[in-house]
């Protein structure tokens, strides 16, 4: 399980993590609170921290999900080369979380708290008229980037790199003869990787379409906004923030090696002596060609057995 993936997966789950104990429930306070917020320099210091750890969090599971497509992307299609600058698990992590929160700097500037309709309250709110001095261009402006930033272009990057995973995994032959066993047992992996591709595409994609096309009229329509009952915006945006609740659920259904470490762990079985060095795994089973091909093995039936039981094993898909 100490694969590149693995760690990403990890990342991502510790953001889903903070999106659900952190941003579930203060969308579901703050409707019934009227947004209401604290005054003074308490209130400045939370409604600043908390919004921008909400982005932060939400970016930091988006790249996440994006980065573990750049990494099957590689694996698959250059399944003899290891990327070692890219393959520091490390440095990616922290590559994510700080990416996350310089992108989302404008949130930290843009919210504050503000005197409310009734007399002594103060709502947390992004101050677009007095940061860009025009509060229609302002929140077009704001919108239009995190629409960009957090949904069309990762969106894109994941669909293109998955595109090109599945068409490269379907061209892909095995090396040798096979056996009609081995051939059936193939064609089984490779339907498996492609629904699993699919299904984490979409459930991406459809999740974060409401929220997203929201942020699309916020920006280009906020008369329609204001037209629309208050409800439908908060759904929207649960729609979107359900994307870090389904994604654990997404990925042990989807994913046998998950699975069977998390029985193991329940069960009390589980030791990390069965796992290989993280330095020496790669993130597909197809990458494991250059480990196998260098077997000599005289009956081509049985290397190309052993290949594929190999590839199996070596996946966390």
């Known amino acids: 399980m100490r694969t590149l993936t693995s760690f990403l997966f990890v990342n991502m789950a510790a953001a889903d993590l903070l999106v659900t104990l ?69 440095v990616l992590t922290n590559a994510i979380w700080f990416s996350s929160m310089t992108s989302m700097i404008p949130v930290a500037v843009l ?7 009734q007399e002594g309250m103060y709502q947390c709110r992004a101050a677009f008229e007095d940061v860009f001095g025009d509060f229609k261009k302002g929140m077009m402006g704001f919108y239009v980037y995190l629409f960009l930033i957090s949904y069309l ?4 990057v994941i669909s293109v790199l ?19 066993e081995t051939e059936q047992l193939r064609e089984t992996v490779k339907r498996k990787i492609v629904r699993t591709l699919v299904l984490v595409t979409a459930a991406f994609a459809l999740c974060w379409l409401p929220s997203q096309t929201y ?13 629309l009952p208050r409800y439908v915006m908060y759904v929207c945006f649960w729609c979107g923030q359900a994307n870090s609740a389904l994604n654990p659920w997404l990925y042990m259904l989807l994913t ?62």
Not at 153 to 156: K, T
């Open 22 to 90: 952190g941003v579930f429930p203060m969308s579901i306070a703050l409707p019934y609170t009227n947004w209401r917020w604290l005054s003074g320099v308490a209130g400045h210091i939370t409604c600043k921290a908390v919004f921008f750890a909400l982005h932060v969090s939400i970016t930091a599971s988006i790249l996440s999900l994006t980065f573990v497509s750049v990494d099957r992307y590689l694996g698959v299609v250059f399944p003899l080369r290891n990327f070692p600058t890219f393959r520091r698990a490390k």
């Open 111 to 117: 919210w504050k708290i503000e005197p409310g309709k």
């Open 153 to 156: 272009i990762p969106l894109l």
């Open 162 to 180: 998955y595109g090109t995973v599945c068409r490269e995994l379907w061209r892909r032959k095995m090396p040798g003869m096979i056996s009609r």
């Open 215 to 227: 942020h699309l009229i916020l920006a280009f329509n906020y008369d329609l906004h204001l037209s």
């Open 256 to 317: 046998d090696k998950f699975r069977m470490a998390l029985r193991e762990i329940f069960l009390g079985r589980y030791s990390t002596t069965r796992t290989r060095p993280f330095r020496t795994q790669c993130s597909t089973r197809y990458a494991s060609v250059r480990d196998t091909s260098s077997r000599r093995l005289k009956n081509p039936h049985k290397k190309g057995e052993i290949l594929l039981k190999e590839q199996w094993k070596e996946t966390p898909i």
